[in-house]
Nanobody, 123 residues
Framework: QVQLVESGGGLEQAGGSLRLSCAASGRTFSNYNMGWFRQAPGKEREFVAAITRTGGTTQYADSVKGRFTISRDNAMNTVYLQMNSLKLEDTAIYYC????????????????WGQGTQVTVSS
């Protein structure tokens, strides 16, 4: 199995930027499609972004298109989420996830999950 550890969360003002990282270990990172999800208080976990094994294809939730960018460095076994123009509604715990097979935009499509990192956007 693969182990995932997120980092980079914190408190940022609206309009600011944060970059999240997710470090993977345990199996060959380049075999896995990777995704980012988030869960705000009282809400269900929702899809944010995904990237294929080679990084050739990405997908984004409509709410983050044009503001967030997912990328990966297979040599470093790490996937990133660059978050720009942050909004109050981006406040959530952000999780990275890994799967093998087709790229997925639902939680059910991912087998391995990190513990999450808190992102708080203030006004």
């Amino acid at each position: 199995q693969v182990q995932l550890v997120e980092s980079g969360g914190g408190l940022e003002q609206a309009g600011g930027s944060l970059r999240l990282s997710c470090a993977a270990s345990g199996r060959t990172f380049s075999n896995y499609n990777m995704g980012w999800f988030r869960q705000a208080p009282g809400k269900e976990r929702e899809f944010v972004a995904a990237i294929t094994r080679t990084g050739g294809t990405t997908q984004y939730a409509d709410s983050v298109k044009g503001r967030f960018t997912i990328s990966r460095d297979n040599a470093m076994n790490t996937v990133y989420l660059q978050m720009n123009s942050l909004k109050l509604e981006d406040t959530a715990i952000y999780y990275c996830a890994a799967n093998i097979g087709v790229i997925a935009t639902t939680s059910a499509g991912y087998r391995y999950w990190g513990q999450g990192t808190q992102v708080t956007v203030s006004s």
